[in-house]
């Protein structure tokens, strides 16, 4: 999944109006920003192998320590409880503490078996929806959309950079992800990984537009 976690992480402003987008970006996509260092570190494993899904060649060996079921809500835990430790809103840091513990769950309807629940369990677990190149595509874009759609409906631009900037955002994930499922295969794990650390980019990207934009107060 990655249109899917960007899309639940714009469509929060409907729940959770006065979080910065940049901050709901960082709950969706907290397990896949821990991922590349654990990756990069040699802690968990990834390798590929064409042809082990219809979208993607990604054959995630071991990574337990940031997409187990477990690890995913101690990581949502640690969210909230940051985010409520700076900004005293408990309301808003069960929803970012809930977006990060979704992403793992969006990952099991599209991975094949290879998460765990737990760091150590031998039974892995997904729905393979990557076998399908269209279905998945439905519900990534369908997410997607719905996403942007809420995140339209509830906040609106202060001036141009606040329309420009998010539109730009909605353009490059679009270019990447059509890259990810039609481009050429990655030179390597470590490339992969280290790609991943762009997702840090987003973040940024995203205080920057909420920076322009403010809460549609009268929907």
Request: proline fraction near 5%.
């Amino acid at each position: 999944m990655f249109l899917g976690h960007f899309g639940v992480a714009f469509a929060a402003k409907k729940v959770a109006p006065q979080v910065s987008l940049g901050t709901t970006i960082l709950a969706a996509e907290l397990l896949d920003a821990i991922w590349p260092v654990l990756v990069l570190s040699g802690v968990e494993t990834v390798e590929i192998v064409p042809g082990i899904t219809r979208v993607t060649p990604l054959d995630f060996v071991s990574y337990p320590w940031s997409h187990s079921l477990a690890m995913a809500i101690f990581w949502g835990a640690v969210m909230a409880a940051a985010y409520f430790l700076i900004r005293r809103n408990a309301a808003n840091a069960l929803w970012l503490g809930a977006l990060v513990v979704s992403h793992w769950v969006l990952d099991w309807i599209v991975h094949r078996p290879d998460l765990a629940l737990y760091p150590g369990e031998a039974a892995r677990h997904g729905l393979g929806l990557w076998n399908d190149v269209a279905v998945t595509l439905v519900l990534e874009l369908g997410l997607f959309a719905a996403g942007i759609h809420l995140f339209l409906r509830n906040s609106r631009a202060r001036d141009r950079t606040g329309s420009i900037a998010f539109w730009a955002m909605v353009a490059v994930l679009l270019l990447s992800y059509a890259g990810a499922v039609f481009g050429p295969l990655p030179p390597s794990p470590q490339a992969v990984a280290a790609s991943g650390l762009a997702g840090y980019l987003f973040v940024a990207w995203g205080w920057w537009i909420d920076r322009h934009r403010e809460p549609e107060v009268s929907r």
